[in-house]
Structure formats: C-alpha cells, structure tokens
C-alpha cells in the first residue's frame, strides 16, 4: 500500500513558489538579452524578490543560468533516449540521442556556451552544478547501453566509448568554428567523429 507524501508546509510552498518565480524571470530575461547582459538585479526585481533572497537559491549568476538550463537539458535528453530507441544502427542511435541537447543548447547560442563553461568549470560544490554533472552522467549511460545494445560491447567498452563521445559533445558544441554552425551542421560534425571512433 502505497503512502501519500504530506502536504507541503506553508513556508515549503512559499519557497517552492519562489524559486519557481526566480526559475521563470531569469529563463525570461536570458532568452531576451543572453546571460552576459543580464543583472542578479533584474532577476530579483523580475521575480519580485530582495537580491538576498534570490542568493539563498543560486549565489552566481552562472548558477543560475544552471538552474534554467539544466531541465531544458533533462528534457531534451529525454526526447533523445525516446528518438535513439527507434534507430536502427549504433551512429544512427547516438546521434539520435544527443541531436535535441544539441538543438536545446543552440536555441540561445551565447547561453548555451555559458553553460557548457558552467558545466565544466563550475563549483562542484554548488547544487545545480551537481545537477548538471548528473544530466552529463545519465547522458553517457544511455549512450553506453546503445553501444551494447547495437553493437554487443563489454559494458567497461561502452562506458569507456561513451565517454569519448560526451568529449565529442561537449567540444563540438563549444568549439568557436561552430559558433555560427546550424544544429544540422553540429549533428553532422558529431556524426562523423561518433563514426570514427565506433569499431566497425
């Protein structure tokens, strides 16, 4: 018999409505402007907070920029394991896979560089950078169980493999020869390097 969870508390609702103000105003304002021209300021004044409060749930911007982007990620990832499931060979599966986190980072390109540099470079101890980290982790274990689903590699091959092709990735989107590159020109760029290094 399953429990339901308690209601949440009045001040657990408070927050959660904050930080979901907080969440709408800088997705807003990043998409209008690009992260770089954006204040905490505005943020805060947008989501109709004190600064203060506002750093009580990302204590930088690029925290924050973390925090809209990594479930635009979660949920292109998503759509990606649903694309890749339909592919037929190990390239086509991959690059189906990672095809819509390609198009999620392209939507807003400067952001979307922002937070690849985030993503890598960013405070491990800081809980959207974790976040982030862990979106990266589910993206190469399901690229390592099409690789042994598609081609029958040991399971330390494919992790092994997978990795390469998160470098691939991540080095692809950021690079600044495709700052001007389409996302089928980016897929294609990935697809030829994920065929490269796939054993035939």
Request: overall charge negative.
């Amino acid at each position: 018999m399953s429990v339901a969870a308690p209601p949440l508390g009045r001040r657990e609702r408070n927050k959660q409505e904050k930080l979901e103000r907080i969440t709408a105003a800088a997705a807003a304002l990043f998409a209008e402007h690009g992260v770089d021209e954006v204040t905490t300021q505005q943020i805060a004044e947008a989501a109709d907070i004190g600064t203060g409060t506002l750093f009580l749930y990302a204590k930088t911007k690029g925290e924050l920029l973390l925090m809209v982007q990594n479930a635009l990620y979660a949920s292109a990832l998503e759509r990606g394991r649903a694309a890749a499931a339909e592919a037929s060979t190990a390239v086509d599966a991959i690059v189906a896979l990672l095809t819509p986190v390609i198009a999620c980072n392209r939507t807003q390109i400067d952001n979307g560089r922002t937070y690849l540099r985030e993503m890598v470079f960013g405070d491990d101890a800081e809980p959207h950078h974790a976040e982030a980290l862990a979106i990266v982790a589910q993206t190469e274990q399901a690229s390592a169980d099409l690789l042994v689903h598609h081609l029958g590699l040991p399971e330390v091959t494919a992790v092994t493999l997978a990795r390469v092709v998160t470098a691939i990735l991540l080095l692809t989107m950021a690079a600044g020869e495709h700052i001007d590159s389409s996302v089928p020109q980016i897929v294609d760029a990935i697809r030829a390097q994920v065929a490269a290094i796939l054993p035939r």
